[in-house]
């Protein structure tokens, strides 16, 4: 039969702790960055290094041919050209002090991940900036012109549970056929859409078998998961679409519809990173900014969908 051994006099990893040496990972764990989308679809006016804080876009209405009459003089074309201003008044910063002690004894990714998490910040309040403009889309205030993806052109309303509705095809043509009334371009046209609404259009076989999206790479969404394009309108999938209002406990979100040129970013100083030793802080001041504005240029080429969140 055999006999267990007990050496109840070894030193374990509590006569040992001191022994043990604690390893930090020069690695960061940060939280995920949301996808965002909005800034590379907008146009853009490039104002760096130039002085005023107002960009007069002139917005000329256009003119209409006349009948040429026998033996009379030609009809002159005369309009007053009205004109759209853009603001630049929009200056955010993001800034951080590392003090000398932590400066010497601390990792080298800790300066890293501020100085990177200054950057995300920054785009990120770039692109909110973006979105929040289509409150006022449709003449509305407050989401008010905006119509429900159901069918894409009852109007949004916020009383008692509200009444947005998920996309559907109806809906999307007619959200479509509203841009293509206002002779909007063709081109450029974009549908940005909160995940809850790319799940939703994998469900949707129109858009996922192989009859309407082909079968080779990137055309099979129900392989790869990929919302590649509505009736020719790309669709870009945001995490930063954020909930304008619950009702009832029903979260809304907005779906944007946009052609490029609908919206612009006038952007007068990029990502700007400076630092700077303070003495009587015994640290460094790290602090970087960007200075720019936002407009709807056309309205009539943009729409806000409606859409609930759950």
Request: hydrophobic letters at 40%; glycine letters at 10%.
């Amino acid at each position: 039969m055999a006999t267990s051994l007990s050496f109840t006099n070894s030193i374990d990893v509590t006569d040992g702790a001191n022994f043990i040496p604690e390893v930090w990972s020069d690695d960061v764990i940060a939280g995920y960055k949301k996808h965002l989308v909005l800034a590379a679809l907008v146009s853009r006016i490039n104002h760096n290094g130039k002085k005023g804080d107002v960009i007069h876009i002139p917005a000329p209405v256009r003119g209409a041919a006349s009948a040429k009459a026998a033996n009379n003089v030609v009809t002159l074309v005369t309009s007053t050209a009205n004109g759209v201003q853009v603001v630049i008044n929009k200056h955010y910063e993001y800034s951080f002090l590392v003090e000398d002690i932590l400066e010497v004894q601390g990792m080298a990714s800790l300066r890293r991940f501020y100085t990177n998490d200054a950057g995300y910040a920054l785009a990120t309040q770039v692109d909110s900036d973006l979105r929040d403009l289509a409150a006022t889309w449709n003449s509305g205030t407050a989401y008010s012109g905006a119509v429900i993806g159901s069918d894409g052109s009852t109007a949004y309303s916020g009383a008692g549970a509200g009444n947005g509705a998920a996309l559907s095809d109806a809906g999307l043509r007619r959200v479509a056929q509203t841009l293509d009334d206002n002779d909007v371009p063709m081109r450029d046209r974009v549908l940005v859409i909160p995940p809850v609404e790319k799940r939703r259009l994998l469900g949707v076989t129109r858009f996922t078998e192989q009859a309407f999206t082909g079968e080779a790479g990137s055309g099979n969404s129900i392989r790869n998961g990929l919302v590649g394009d509505v009736y020719g309108i790309p669709v870009y999938v945001s995490t930063n679409i954020a909930t304008i209002e619950s009702l009832n406990s029903i979260p809304y979100r907005a779906c944007l519809m946009f052609q490029k040129d609908s919206l612009v970013l006038a952007e007068q100083m990029g990502v700007r990173t400076q630092a700077q030793y303070k003495q009587e802080a015994l640290g460094t001041l790290v602090t970087a900014d960007r200075l720019y504005g936002v407009r709807t240029l056309r309205a009539e080429g943009a729409r806000a969908i409606i859409v609930p969140s759950a």
